[in-house]
Nanobody, 130 residues
């Protein structure tokens, strides 16, 4: 299993970016969870958005709700994170992560918990200037 992120860049406040995460080794027949996480210098990694194949909903960190949108292209096995109205506090290394297994109803806290994820990409830098 391999996850490869791309799309990170430097933008000004209010700008937009779309991050991509290619999933290698997963198939459309698998049940799994996918998440986007970020880690700013000196801070703990935090979950930004996540999705489970067992559910139709997506989970978002409160501070990005309404600005970030996670989507999945099943055909291309790629996960996207559309980020709009970016703020300086969104500056971080963004990583996608995944794990096998069917998870239904475990709740937002666990779906955004890095400990639920086994496979990680190397990350892509997002820098938002004032």
């Amino acid at each position: 299993v391999q996850l490869v992120e791309s799309g990170g860049a430097s933008v000004g406040a209010g700008g937009s970016l779309r991050l991509s995460c290619e999933l290698h080794g997963f198939s459309s027949d698998d049940n799994f969870i996918i998440g986007w996480f970020r880690q700013a210098p000196g801070k703990e990694r935090e979950g930004v958005a996540s999705f489970s194949t067992g559910e139709s909903r997506k989970y978002y960190l409160d501070s990005v709700k309404g600005r970030f949108t996670m989507s999945i292209n099943d055909v291309e096995n790629t996960v996207f994170l559309e980020m709009n109205n970016l703020k300086p506090e969104d500056t971080a290394v963004y990583s996608c992560a995944a794990n096998y297994g069917l998870r239904i109803g475990i709740g937002k806290r666990l779906m955004l918990d890095p400990g639920q994820y086994r496979y990680w990409g190397h990350g892509t830098q997002v820098t938002v200037s004032r």
